[in-house]
């Protein structure tokens, strides 16, 4: 929820005119297109203030690693929750289970106290540990990358054994998820392709002018709070998005003020430093203005994006929107059982060792 100035009617001709524009218009982009890779930076506002600046540290550990896709893994693992237990007993932002933490860990890192819910410590064992991995699997083809999430995931022992990524649809789908969130975290390129559903997804918005706003609203009754309006445009075109402004925050790469197009999410935040701090989602139209629903007793309406709580903007991906729907619920947070059988190494195993019997699902007590 935003509260924020109504927009007068002389300021008003420019949206209409920019929406008039966009949705008779062409723009669109090849379903193909990709964004080239920018490894040194975190986008600015997608991790809290202190983690990125320990990713971006730690991220450059090995070739395989970025901070980029290192804070996709965290996020994917923990939603960056720093004192989350999942129901097998993994603890932290990093998901460590107590018995191999020590192996990973270092007193040289944080304060020193090896302490599993201090990021400061978590990060760096995390992206140690990956490295670990990618070394121990670096003489099975294919990607590497995928093979080394899979295994901080599901153990070096399965990816051993199958070759690659094991058959289990929870270490396929954490593969899939981090490598498309990948983008989201990652530090704009200088030139972004615009969404090829930001047509259709403001014209749906457009049709909502003037509709009451209401806290929680989907649209199943006609109403709309923030972010279902943004929910509810973008599946009217096939993406269905996350239902919080918090979780739309990942749908993406994130976009440069300067560069912003019609459909992309423009969000505000009460800590800047924190992406959980988000309140309020828009849906840009041009002309330095969003749609939104802004707040009880207000209307679906035109707004200025232009406010001192202004945090970024985000431009759908269906393949990041896919990922960030099935990452809003961490790894810490699922109940699927843990299965026995999976390795995970020490710094003293031999990196070659497979194990024996794979597990029948991808485990969550087992790695690390």
Avoid at 45 to 61: C, W
Avoid at 163 to 188: C, D, M, W
Avoid at 257 to 263: E, I, K, S, V
Wanted: aromatic share 8%; net charge negative.
């Amino acid at each position: 929820m935003r509260t924020s100035v109504i927009v007068g009617a002389g300021l008003l001709a420019t949206p209409f005119v920019v929406v008039g524009a966009v949705v008779v218009g062409t723009m669109s982009v090849a379903a193909g297109s990709s964004v080239s890779t920018s490894v040194g930076r975190i986008a600015e506002g997608t991790v809290p203030g202190a983690d990125a600046a320990l990713m971006e540290r730690y991220g450059h550990m090995c070739p395989e690693l970025s901070p980029s896709l290192l804070a996709a893994q965290l996020y994917q693992e923990s939603g960056f929750d720093s004192t989350v237990v999942s129901p097998a007993g993994a603890i932290g932002i990093a998901q460590f289970m107590p018995g191999t933490w020590p192996n990973w860990s270092s007193p040289q890192d944080g304060d020193g106290k090896q302490d599993p819910t201090n990021p400061a410590d978590a990060i760096p064992a995390a992206a140690r540990y990956d490295c670990a991995l990618a070394h121990q699997l670096s003489g099975i083809g294919g990607d590497h990358v995928a093979n080394m999430l899979a295994a901080y995931n599901a153990g070096p022992g399965a990816v051993e054994q199958y070759r690659g990524i094991p058959p289990y649809a929870e270490t396929q789908n954490y593969v899939k998820n981090i490598k498309a969130l990948e983008q989201s975290f990652r530090a704009p390129d200088p030139v972004l392709a615009p969404s090829d559903m930001a047509v259709r997804a403001i014209a749906y918005a457009y049709n909502r002018l003037g509709t009451p706003y209401e806290w929680g609203g989907d649209g199943t009754d006609g109403r709309f709070d923030c972010s279902g309006l943004v929910q509810a445009a973008y599946t009217s075109v096939g993406i269905t998005m996350p239902r919080t402004a918090s979780e739309q925050w990942y749908t993406g790469p994130h976009v440069p003020t300067d560069q912003l197009q019609p459909g992309d999410l423009v969000f505000y935040a009460v800590d800047l430093k924190n992406p959980g701090s988000i309140h309020h989602v828009g849906i840009y139209v041009g002309g330095g203005a969003m749609i939104d629903a802004p707040h009880t007793g207000a209307v679906i309406r035109f707004d200025p994006i232009g406010a001192a709580d202004y945090l970024g903007a985000t431009r759908p991906q269906p393949l990041v929107v896919d990922a960030a729907v099935d990452a809003s619920t961490p790894q810490a947070k699922r109940t699927a059982p843990a299965a026995p059988g999976s390795q995970t190494p020490t710094p003293a195993q031999n990196p070659n060792a497979a194990a024996a019997n794979p597990p029948a699902i991808a485990p969550k007590s087992t790695k690390r």
